[in-house]
């Protein structure tokens, strides 16, 4: 299975640095599509994803209408504070690729996306009165669900302590 995180104009290179990482850690492609608020190759970019930028499938898009007409047939799942289904209530267990598809930081998915897309649109719990969770933070929840539904497939699931030398 492969996991596809898709970013509708991200406006914060830091973020998607974060992104990136969480990426490169989960083996997860990440679609980005414009237009961005940053620069590719901002260094805010580069540093939040540190080492791990380079391990990373990134496809771009210049627009949503672009990556839409590429990729509207897939199995979107849009995460948006508007959502009636729970993110959790998805079955990922039967998917061979998943999409995760998230909004900019300031306003998320259009509303005209989310009308045309209502049955695969999904939430992330949070308290009534909450704006919304950081875009970074959101992925990772995300991601994380489709995996642990995936019984963590490919993922080293234990550590090991070394042994100090005093």
């Not at 961005?36 to 210049?62: M, N, P, T």
Request: proline letters at 3%; hydrophobic letters at 40%; charged letters at 25%.
């Amino acid at each position: 299975m492969k996991i596809n995180i898709v970013l509708f104009e991200p406006e914060i290179p830091q973020n998607t640095g974060n992104i990136a990482r969480t990426c490169a850690a989960t083996a997860s492609e990440l679609h980005l599509v414009g237009p961005l608020g940053y620069s590719i190759d901002e260094k805010h970019v580069k540093r939040a994803g540190l080492d791990y930028w380079d391990a990373v499938d990134i496809f771009q898009y210049d627009d949503i209408a672009s990556f839409m007409s590429q990729h509207g047939s897939e199995n979107l799942l849009f995460f948006s504070t508007k959502a009636r289904t729970c993110f959790t209530e998805i079955d990922y267990q039967k998917k061979d690729d998943v999409w995760l598809v998230f909004g900019k930081e300031s306003a998320g998915i259009p509303e005209e996306i989310l009308k045309d897309n209502s049955d695969r649109c999904v939430r992330i719990p949070m308290i009534n009165d909450t704006r919304s969770l950081n875009l970074s933070n959101s992925v990772a929840i995300a991601v994380y669900e489709v995996l642990r539904q995936n019984g963590f497939q490919g993922m080293t699931m234990k550590g090991s302590l070394h042994r100090l030398s005093w």
